[in-house]
């Protein structure tokens, strides 16, 4: 199975600031028929479901701001939020859904506003 | 609008079975794969299961191979999950998500609570 971390555990940033987050795959999930990556990021509140933000690494899912941006590839991905907002308090999830099940996330990032 | 509601949750006793159910809406249920995903207190997402849109393909963690089955009736646009042997490590809130195309999750439930306590 593939196993997923992520880097940090939390971090603290200040409004307006930017965060940035890693997620380091076990094994590549880039599939290399149509050289996409994939991974999914998505951002978990407090007492709501998780909502996808980026899919195939860096792609923004509909409505998602474009402060929120994704990065990298094979075994090494970063989600950036450029300029942090208060509604950005959240965890935030990677997840690699490459070839056949187990879909596995990361342990989560969680970030608040310093 | 595009909705996934989660149900059967509840309080069960160690080794004891429950159902969920998961009620799609909005869009074409036989069209889309699906999956379970739970998420213990505090802790982070753990994929449960998935299920083809056909049903003839279905995957489980190993952490509940054996004891859960996932199903789904497109006619009733609901997606299921027989939860047996219940251990106090299946506590959780159990999510439904829908496979995109590009195959994230693209829509989630808002999760019902499993507790499995004495």
């Known amino acids: 199975d593939i196993v997923m971390t992520q880097s940090p555990d939390s971090l603290a940033v200040s409004l307006g600031e930017r965060a940035t987050i890693n997620c380091k795959s076990s094994?590549?999930?880039?599939?290399?028929?149509?050289?996409?990556?994939?991974l999914a990021w998505y951002q978990q509140k407090p007492g709501q479901p998780p909502k996808l933000l980026i899919y195939w690494a860096s792609t923004r899912e509909s409505g998602v701001p474009d402060r929120f941006s994704g990065s990298g590839s094979g075994t090494d991905f970063t989600l950036t939020i450029s300029s942090l907002q208060a509604e950005d308090v959240a965890v935030y999830y990677c997840?690699?859904?490459?070839?056949?099940?187990?879909?596995?996330f990361g342990p989560g990032t969680k970030v608040d506003i310093k | 609008e595009v909705q996934l509601v989660e149900s059967g949750g509840g309080l069960v006793q160690p080794g004891g079975s429950l159902r969920l159910s998961c009620a799609a809406s909005g869009f074409t249920f036989s069209s889309y794969e699906m999956n379970w995903v739970r998420q213990a207190p505090g802790k982070g997402l753990e994929w449960v299961s998935y299920i083809s849109s056909s049903g003839s393909t279905i995957y489980y963690a190993d952490s509940v191979k054996g004891r859960f089955t996932i199903s789904r009736d497109n006619a009733k646009n609901s997606l299921y999950l027989q939860m047996n042997s219940l251990r106090a490590e299946d506590t959780a809130v159990y999510y439904c998500a829908r496979c995109a195309v590009n195959g994230a999750f693209d829509i989630w439930g808002q999760g019902t609570m499993v507790t499995v306590s004495s």
């Open positions: 997840q690699q859904y490459y070839s056949t099940p187990p879909f596995t």
């Open positions: 094994q590549s999930v880039l599939y290399s028929s149509n050289n996409k990556n994939y």
